[in-house]
Nanobody, 123 residues
Framework: QVQLVESGGGLVQAGGSLRLSCAAS????????MAWFRQAPGKEREFVAN????????IYADPVKGRFTIFRDNAQNTVYLQMNNLKPEDTAVYYC????????????????WGQGTQVTVSS
């Protein structure tokens, strides 16, 4: 496992941008597939995006395609989520998650989770 700490959340108007960061501890970060999930009030946690450990291949949920970008800096042990053209429906607590090597959209298969960061988009 790695320890994960998110940052970068906040309040933004619709159409604005935010960049979330997730800093990982440990020397195995480069071998970890990373993902972002989110949970809105009263709703179940949902997959947002992931990035594979070796190939860097990315996958996005349909609601964020074309607006969000996940990328990683292994030298900094950090994964990012660049969020552009934010919409009120993007309001949620955003969590980063990690697991060894292979990314998946199934949150139940990730063994490392951050504490979450709140993103609020006003209309």
């Amino acid at each position: 496992q790695v320890q994960l700490v998110e940052s970068g959340g906040g309040l933004v108007q619709a159409g604005g941008s935010l960049r979330l960061s997730c800093a990982a501890s440990g020397r195995t970060f480069s071998t970890y597939a990373m993902a972002w999930f989110r949970q809105a009030p009263g709703k179940e946690r949902e997959f947002v995006a992931n990035i594979h450990a070796i190939t860097g291949r990315t996958i996005y949920a349909d609601p964020v395609k074309g607006r969000f970008t996940i990328f990683r800096d292994n030298a900094q042990n950090t994964v990012y989520l660049q969020m552009n053209n934010l919409k009120p429906e993007d309001t949620a607590v955003y969590y980063c998650a990690g697991r060894a090597f292979v990314a998946t959209e199934d949150g139940g298969k990730y063994d490392s989770w951050g504490q979450g960061t709140q993103v609020t988009v006003s209309s």
